[in-house]
């Protein structure tokens, strides 16, 4: 039976819960909160919330550290003599802070030790996990894939573009929706009310990143079957460019990276 720790259950912590929750039923999970009353309405006898960092670390094996970046080492250092090298997968998604940073916090109590990068989507199941590791002594990178890929899809990077990952991955979520959102507004306008166009323009996008997805595809290729000569579809599309939708979008990816290294 697994027995899992999620230590920080924020937004991307409780998604995590909530979404190894319903892939692994029989799992044992703990997630712990400084004021963990507002989720015991999602608490059930293998859902354990708690503000008892040292019970979770005591009764699970693997540990997502899913602390604020400033919270993190300070957290391991005072918490160093609950962790156990010879049992304890050690799993940080905090931003920024590196494997070997963990590895001095935690000192001779420090076993495998992995970075992992997911998003929100872990609430459902749709996830992106960017995954590193230094080393393995546990050898449990396989557990460490099938656990994230629990929640999605995974891949495996250097750890130097893990910073690069939380950009593209777990901030991209929100810059997908600002689209979505757009999307939704410029629906609103041309007749819909929200509701009609929220459903049309959702199925819309997902239906687009599955034509990528199954079909392995550039999206300009996709781009090119619904761009007829002379069409609605150019015209709306040269409008946005003329506009500064690319370039907007990618200096908003790099302004996030900047600000990102400026931390590391």
């Known amino acids: 039976m697994k027995k899992i720790a999620v230590i920080g259950c924020g937004n991307l912590g409780l998604a995590l819960v909530k979404g190894l929750r319903k892939h692994y039923p ?29 019970r979770a670390l005591q009764e699970c094996d693997t540990v ?8 993190i080492l ?7 003599a609950y962790f156990d090298a010879s049992r304890h997968v050690v799993i940080s998604v905090a931003t920024g802070i590196r494997i070997q ?32 590791v230094h080393r393995d002594p546990l050898n449990r990178k396989e557990t460490v894939e099938a656990l994230f890929n629990a929640i999605g899809e995974t891949v495996w990077i250097d750890e130097q573009l893990m910073e690069s990952a939380t950009i593209l991955g777990a901030c991209g979520v929100a810059y997908a929706l600002r689209f979505i959102r757009a999307m939704i507004q410029g629906g609103i306008e041309v007749g819909f009310d929200s509701r009609t166009a929220n459903k049309i323009v959702n199925q819309t996008v997902k239906g687009a990143a599955e034509l990528l997805i199954r079909n392995g595809l550039h999206p300009e290729e996709e781009i090119d079957k619904v761009t007829t000569p002379k069409g609605c579809t150019i015209v709306g599309l040269n409008e946005m460019e003329h506009s500064g939708f690319s370039s907007a979008l990618i200096k908003g990816i790099v302004t996030s990276y900047q600000k990102i290294e400026r931390k590391a």
């Not at 997502?64 to 919270?71: M, N, R, S, V």
């Not at 109590?109 to 995954?131: C, H, K, W």
């Open 26 to 54: 029989e799992a044992l999970i703990y997630g712990t909160r400084r004021n963990p009353v507002s989720l015991q309405s999602l608490a059930d006898e293998r859902t354990i919330f708690t503000d008892d960092n040292i």
């Open 101 to 132: 940073e963990l590895s001095d916090a935690l000192g001779p109590n420090g076993g495998s030790i992995f970075r992992a990068m997911p998003n929100t989507a872990a609430d459902v199941q749709e996830s992106i996990t960017a995954l590193s």
């Open 64 to 71: 997502i550290l899913a602390l604020k970046p400033f919270t």
């Open 74 to 80: 300070d957290f391991v250092r005072e918490h160093a």
